[in-house]
Protein backbone atom coordinates (compact mmCIF):
# COMPACT_ATOMS: atom_id res chain seq x y z
CA UNK A 1 0.00 0.00 0.00
CA UNK A 2 1.25 3.50 -0.92
CA UNK A 3 2.88 5.48 1.92
CA UNK A 4 1.17 8.40 2.18
CA UNK A 5 -2.34 6.54 1.37
CA UNK A 6 -1.42 4.18 4.46
CA UNK A 7 -1.25 7.16 6.48
CA UNK A 8 -4.13 8.93 5.76
CA UNK A 9 -6.36 5.86 6.67
CA UNK A 10 -4.52 5.57 10.02
CA UNK A 11 -5.68 9.57 10.68
CA UNK A 12 -8.85 8.86 12.92
CA UNK A 13 -10.12 11.80 14.60
CA UNK A 14 -11.46 10.75 17.63
CA UNK A 15 -13.23 13.93 18.81
CA UNK A 16 -14.46 12.90 22.71
CA UNK A 17 -17.72 15.26 21.81
CA UNK A 18 -18.62 13.57 18.50
CA UNK A 19 -18.15 10.09 19.97
CA UNK A 20 -19.65 11.04 23.32
CA UNK A 21 -22.87 12.43 21.35
CA UNK A 22 -23.04 9.52 19.00
CA UNK A 23 -23.24 7.11 21.57
CA UNK A 24 -25.80 8.66 23.22
CA UNK A 25 -27.82 8.56 20.96
CA UNK A 26 -27.03 5.01 20.30
CA UNK A 27 -27.45 3.60 23.87
CA UNK A 28 -30.64 5.82 24.29
CA UNK A 29 -32.11 4.73 21.03
CA UNK A 30 -31.55 1.05 21.88
CA UNK A 31 -32.86 0.94 25.25
CA UNK A 32 -36.07 2.69 23.73
CA UNK A 33 -36.31 -0.18 21.07
CA UNK A 34 -35.54 -2.86 23.86
CA UNK A 35 -38.09 -2.02 26.02
CA UNK A 36 -40.88 -1.31 23.17
CA UNK A 37 -39.94 -4.84 21.77
CA UNK A 38 -40.36 -6.23 25.37
CA UNK A 39 -44.14 -4.34 25.60
CA UNK A 40 -44.98 -5.64 21.80
CA UNK A 41 -43.62 -9.62 23.03
CA UNK A 42 -45.67 -8.95 26.16
CA UNK A 43 -48.93 -7.95 24.48
CA UNK A 44 -48.27 -10.48 21.62
CA UNK A 45 -48.33 -7.69 18.98
CA UNK A 46 -47.80 -8.85 15.20
CA UNK A 47 -44.80 -10.19 14.12
CA UNK A 48 -45.49 -7.85 11.17
CA UNK A 49 -44.94 -4.66 13.11
CA UNK A 50 -42.03 -5.93 15.38
CA UNK A 51 -40.07 -6.96 11.56
CA UNK A 52 -41.04 -3.08 11.17
CA UNK A 53 -39.28 -2.17 14.46
CA UNK A 54 -35.98 -4.10 13.09
CA UNK A 55 -35.98 -2.46 10.10
CA UNK A 56 -36.00 1.10 11.74
CA UNK A 57 -33.04 0.05 14.11
CA UNK A 58 -30.96 -0.77 11.27
CA UNK A 59 -32.27 2.58 9.45
CA UNK A 60 -30.97 4.35 12.43
CA UNK A 61 -27.94 2.33 13.21
CA UNK A 62 -26.53 2.87 9.26
CA UNK A 63 -27.79 6.76 9.92
CA UNK A 64 -25.30 7.17 13.26
CA UNK A 65 -22.38 5.83 11.50
CA UNK A 66 -22.51 7.67 8.26
CA UNK A 67 -22.12 10.54 11.03
CA UNK A 68 -19.05 8.74 12.46
CA UNK A 69 -17.35 8.27 8.84
CA UNK A 70 -18.33 11.90 8.15
CA UNK A 71 -16.59 13.55 11.14
CA UNK A 72 -14.46 10.76 12.94
CA UNK A 73 -12.81 8.77 10.05
CA UNK A 74 -10.02 9.52 7.83
CA UNK A 75 -12.11 11.61 5.59
CA UNK A 76 -12.59 14.41 8.30
CA UNK A 77 -8.63 14.84 7.90
CA UNK A 78 -8.62 14.61 4.11
CA UNK A 79 -11.54 17.15 3.83
CA UNK A 80 -8.95 19.67 4.87
CA UNK A 81 -6.98 19.15 2.23
CA UNK A 82 -9.38 17.89 -0.93
CA UNK A 83 -12.21 19.67 -1.80
CA UNK A 84 -14.33 16.62 -3.44
CA UNK A 85 -13.50 14.75 0.05
CA UNK A 86 -15.13 17.33 2.01
CA UNK A 87 -18.12 17.47 -0.51
CA UNK A 88 -18.46 13.67 0.31
CA UNK A 89 -18.34 14.80 3.83
CA UNK A 90 -21.39 16.79 3.61
CA UNK A 91 -23.47 15.01 1.23
CA UNK A 92 -23.06 12.02 4.17
CA UNK A 93 -24.52 14.29 6.81
CA UNK A 94 -27.28 16.07 4.73
CA UNK A 95 -28.70 13.43 1.92
CA UNK A 96 -27.59 9.77 4.09
CA UNK A 97 -27.46 10.55 7.78
CA UNK A 98 -30.38 12.96 8.53
CA UNK A 99 -33.25 10.74 6.27
CA UNK A 100 -31.73 7.40 7.77
CA UNK A 101 -32.51 8.61 11.13
CA UNK A 102 -35.80 10.31 10.55
CA UNK A 103 -36.61 6.95 8.69
CA UNK A 104 -36.12 5.20 12.07
CA UNK A 105 -39.15 7.43 13.57
CA UNK A 106 -36.42 8.20 16.51
CA UNK A 107 -38.31 10.45 18.73
CA UNK A 108 -41.55 7.98 20.25
CA UNK A 109 -38.35 5.38 20.71
CA UNK A 110 -36.14 8.00 22.01
CA UNK A 111 -39.00 8.57 25.06
CA UNK A 112 -38.90 4.96 25.95
CA UNK A 113 -35.21 5.22 26.22
CA UNK A 114 -35.09 7.62 28.43
CA UNK A 115 -35.81 7.35 32.42
CA UNK A 116 -39.55 7.68 33.47
CA UNK A 117 -38.86 11.56 35.30
CA UNK A 118 -37.43 12.91 32.29
CA UNK A 119 -39.89 11.37 29.34
CA UNK A 120 -42.34 12.41 31.62
CA UNK A 121 -40.99 16.11 31.66
CA UNK A 122 -39.94 16.15 27.61
CA UNK A 123 -43.64 14.68 26.87
CA UNK A 124 -45.13 17.71 28.68
CA UNK A 125 -43.41 19.97 26.06
CA UNK A 126 -44.97 18.05 23.34
CA UNK A 127 -48.48 18.16 24.63
CA UNK A 128 -51.21 19.76 22.39
CA UNK A 129 -51.32 23.27 24.65
CA UNK A 130 -47.72 23.20 24.76
CA UNK A 131 -46.25 26.70 24.50
CA UNK A 132 -43.12 25.20 23.22
CA UNK A 133 -45.12 22.39 21.37
CA UNK A 134 -47.03 26.05 19.46
CA UNK A 135 -43.36 28.32 18.99
CA UNK A 136 -41.67 24.99 17.46
CA UNK A 137 -44.77 24.78 14.85
CA UNK A 138 -44.66 27.99 13.86
CA UNK A 139 -41.06 28.58 13.26
CA UNK A 140 -40.58 24.71 11.86
CA UNK A 141 -43.58 25.04 9.28
CA UNK A 142 -42.28 23.32 5.59
CA UNK A 143 -41.75 26.66 4.28
CA UNK A 144 -39.53 27.91 6.66
CA UNK A 145 -37.64 24.67 7.05
CA UNK A 146 -37.11 24.57 3.72
CA UNK A 147 -35.73 28.40 3.16
CA UNK A 148 -33.68 27.70 6.59
CA UNK A 149 -32.25 24.45 4.35
CA UNK A 150 -31.59 26.51 1.32
CA UNK A 151 -29.75 29.01 2.71
CA UNK A 152 -27.83 27.21 5.07
CA UNK A 153 -26.81 24.31 2.21
CA UNK A 154 -26.05 27.01 -0.25
CA UNK A 155 -24.89 29.67 1.85
CA UNK A 156 -22.02 27.87 3.23
CA UNK A 157 -20.27 27.23 -0.38
CA UNK A 158 -19.78 31.13 -0.22
CA UNK A 159 -16.28 31.38 -0.61
CA UNK A 160 -15.50 33.64 1.86
CA UNK A 161 -17.55 31.52 4.50
CA UNK A 162 -16.09 28.28 3.24
CA UNK A 163 -12.67 29.32 3.40
CA UNK A 164 -13.34 30.94 6.78
CA UNK A 165 -14.48 27.18 7.93
CA UNK A 166 -11.67 25.45 6.73
CA UNK A 167 -9.51 28.31 8.78
CA UNK A 168 -10.93 27.89 11.91
CA UNK A 169 -12.33 24.65 13.77
CA UNK A 170 -14.80 26.53 15.79
CA UNK A 171 -16.04 27.65 12.52
CA UNK A 172 -16.13 24.34 10.66
CA UNK A 173 -18.31 22.79 13.79
CA UNK A 174 -20.58 25.45 13.05
CA UNK A 175 -20.93 24.50 9.54
CA UNK A 176 -21.26 20.79 10.01
CA UNK A 177 -24.17 21.43 13.01
CA UNK A 178 -26.06 23.85 11.34
CA UNK A 179 -26.01 21.22 8.21
CA UNK A 180 -26.81 18.75 10.28
CA UNK A 181 -29.91 20.60 12.44
CA UNK A 182 -31.36 22.04 8.72
CA UNK A 183 -31.21 18.92 6.77
CA UNK A 184 -32.99 17.19 10.04
CA UNK A 185 -35.56 20.17 9.71
CA UNK A 186 -36.06 19.24 5.59
CA UNK A 187 -36.61 15.70 5.95
CA UNK A 188 -38.76 15.63 8.78
CA UNK A 189 -41.38 16.75 6.59
CA UNK A 190 -40.73 15.03 3.83
CA UNK A 191 -40.00 11.25 6.41
CA UNK A 192 -43.45 12.43 8.40
CA UNK A 193 -41.44 11.42 11.53
CA UNK A 194 -42.99 12.36 14.88
CA UNK A 195 -43.01 14.21 16.70
CA UNK A 196 -46.12 15.32 14.76
CA UNK A 197 -46.83 18.62 15.37
CA UNK A 198 -47.84 19.75 12.41
CA UNK A 199 -50.22 19.08 9.94
CA UNK A 200 -48.84 16.17 7.87
CA UNK A 201 -48.38 16.66 3.94
CA UNK A 202 -49.50 14.90 1.54
CA UNK A 203 -47.28 12.75 -0.45
CA UNK A 204 -48.23 14.74 -3.71
CA UNK A 205 -46.78 17.95 -1.22
CA UNK A 206 -43.61 15.81 -0.12
CA UNK A 207 -42.95 14.99 -3.59
CA UNK A 208 -43.13 19.12 -4.53
CA UNK A 209 -41.05 19.91 -1.47
CA UNK A 210 -38.17 17.63 -3.01
CA UNK A 211 -38.08 18.53 -7.09
CA UNK A 212 -37.90 22.25 -5.85
CA UNK A 213 -34.92 21.40 -3.94
CA UNK A 214 -33.30 19.32 -6.68
CA UNK A 215 -32.39 22.24 -9.13
CA UNK A 216 -31.03 24.46 -6.09
CA UNK A 217 -28.67 21.60 -5.67
CA UNK A 218 -27.61 21.07 -9.23
CA UNK A 219 -27.53 24.58 -10.10
CA UNK A 220 -24.60 24.68 -7.03
CA UNK A 221 -23.31 21.74 -8.05
CA UNK A 222 -23.44 22.13 -11.89
CA UNK A 223 -21.48 26.13 -11.15
CA UNK A 224 -18.74 24.35 -9.03
CA UNK A 225 -18.17 21.78 -11.69
CA UNK A 226 -17.76 23.82 -14.65
CA UNK A 227 -16.16 27.21 -13.53
CA UNK A 228 -12.95 28.13 -14.76
CA UNK A 229 -11.21 29.34 -11.82
CA UNK A 230 -10.39 27.56 -8.46
CA UNK A 231 -13.50 28.60 -6.03
CA UNK A 232 -12.08 28.05 -2.96
CA UNK A 233 -8.28 29.79 -1.57
CA UNK A 234 -7.69 26.64 1.07
CA UNK A 235 -7.62 24.19 -1.44
CA UNK A 236 -4.81 26.34 -3.62
CA UNK A 237 -2.58 26.70 -0.86
CA UNK A 238 -2.79 23.16 0.76
CA UNK A 239 -0.69 20.26 -0.13
CA UNK A 240 -3.42 17.86 -2.11
CA UNK A 241 -2.34 13.96 -1.75
CA UNK A 242 -2.55 11.57 -4.88
CA UNK A 243 -0.89 14.45 -7.34
CA UNK A 244 -4.79 16.24 -7.93
CA UNK A 245 -4.89 19.69 -9.21
CA UNK A 246 -6.65 22.55 -7.73
CA UNK A 247 -9.23 22.32 -10.92
CA UNK A 248 -9.41 18.49 -10.85
CA UNK A 249 -10.31 18.10 -7.32
CA UNK A 250 -13.14 20.91 -7.61
CA UNK A 251 -14.09 19.33 -10.68
CA UNK A 252 -15.08 16.36 -8.78
CA UNK A 253 -16.45 18.31 -5.80
CA UNK A 254 -18.75 20.01 -7.64
CA UNK A 255 -20.10 16.54 -9.73
CA UNK A 256 -20.46 14.88 -6.04
CA UNK A 257 -22.89 17.64 -5.02
CA UNK A 258 -24.36 17.65 -8.56
CA UNK A 259 -25.30 14.14 -9.36
CA UNK A 260 -25.73 11.77 -5.86
CA UNK A 261 -27.04 15.00 -3.98
CA UNK A 262 -29.61 15.39 -6.58
CA UNK A 263 -30.11 11.59 -6.74
CA UNK A 264 -31.12 11.11 -3.00
CA UNK A 265 -33.77 13.71 -3.68
CA UNK A 266 -34.53 12.32 -7.08
CA UNK A 267 -34.89 9.01 -4.71
CA UNK A 268 -36.56 10.32 -2.14
CA UNK A 269 -39.48 11.48 -4.56
CA UNK A 270 -39.74 8.27 -6.01
CA UNK A 271 -40.37 6.35 -2.88
CA UNK A 272 -43.04 8.50 -1.84
CA UNK A 273 -44.78 8.31 -5.33
CA UNK A 274 -44.29 4.18 -4.93
CA UNK A 275 -45.76 4.79 -1.63
CA UNK A 276 -48.63 7.53 -2.96
CA UNK A 277 -49.86 4.97 -5.66
CA UNK A 278 -50.13 1.59 -3.14
CA UNK A 279 -52.29 4.20 -0.39
CA UNK A 280 -54.32 4.72 -3.44
CA UNK A 281 -54.65 1.30 -4.34
CA UNK A 282 -55.22 0.51 -1.00
CA UNK A 283 -57.59 2.96 -0.91
CA UNK A 284 -59.78 2.10 -4.03
CA UNK A 285 -59.55 -1.44 -2.89
CA UNK A 286 -61.59 -0.42 0.37
CA UNK A 287 -64.91 0.69 -1.84
Known amino acids: MNTELNALLR ?13 IMCYVYVCGFIRISSLSNARNLSTKKD ?26 VLAGQ ?17 PLLLIAN ?15 KVSRLFVTDSQFRKLLAKITSPGVTWIIFVVIY ?16 VVHDIEHISFFVASLLFWWH ?12 KYSRRVVYLLVTVPVNMIAGVFITFSREPIYQHYVDVQRPWSLTVMQDQMIGGI ?13 VIVLVIRMMNSE ?4 NRI
Open 281 to 284: EGSI
Open 106 to 120: PFPVFLWGLPVMLRR
Open 51 to 76: SWLYWRLISYLIGLLCIVVALVSPLE
Open 11 to 23: SWEWRFDVVLIVA
Open 256 to 268: IMWIPGSMMLIIG
Open 154 to 169: IGWHDPGLYDLALTYS
Open 82 to 98: LFFMHMIQHMLLVMFAA
Open 190 to 201: VTAAAPRIHHTL
